[in-house]
């Protein structure tokens, strides 16, 4: 299985970037598949010695054309252009092509809370999706992100202006994860699979609260940054809304120094480090 190639599916979105990075540092055999392989981040694969093959996460037949051959798949879905109906179809359609081409492990990138009855109407339709999964002969892992760094981001005109916006009191800690930190770990599964196979992993980086937030990103820009408590009833999207009242109740449960201390290969990055590389003034 040595040479044959890792398949990440979305490779030029978020996660996929990020997974397709820790891989090539890695030194991996990578097939990454892509809505558009003429795009300049996919051709940037392409230059980088990455097999840029294109295909829908909607459409079987191009999954399981882009899953020929492959030791691993790493795999996530996305209600944010089409609903969590959609999302659920996508997810179906990339378990029944890995079972159609008996991918020897399958990688599926969730959310942390999907097993709590969240009532996140995106939430839920990942552990549908998991339950799919679950289901299938496919030998599987699911890893469960929280919240990323990187959604902080939008908002960033008023960071630069000096206010974060978020719906939770400024001292109530939100577990969240670094991309390169998902990336990283993902990696790691597809690279050494045993040793997690059929278990599901919850991720977190750090917890800093609001106000800690606000001090890293104004310690980042050189100027004071300070966290506006948003409230819940002036965020109108359902799903959203949804989510922070998830939040602001039983919110994530990831025991975060167990998961550190259990892999210390990860960096395991602050929310303040990546402030620092994100928004950057060099001290």
Known sequence: MVDQPILVLAATGGQGSAVTDALLRRGAAIRAMVREPRRESARRLADQGVDVVAGSLSDRGSLAAAMDGVSAVFAYTTPFESGVDAEVAQGRAIVAAADEKRVPHLVFSSVAGAGQESGVPHFDSKARIE?????????????????????????????????????????RPLQQLARADHGAFAAEVLLDPAPYVGKRIELASDAPTPAQMAAALGDALGREVRHEHVPLKSIGNPDMHAMWTFLNGPGYRVDIPALHASHPEIAWTTFADWAHVRFGVTH
């Open 131 to 171: 339950g799919a999964l679950t289901a299938g002969d496919v030998p599987f892992t699911i890893l469960r992100p929280t919240y990323f760094f990187d959604n902080a981001l939008g908002g960033t005109e008023r960071i630069l202006d000096g206010v974060l916006d978020l719906p939770l009191a400024s001292d």
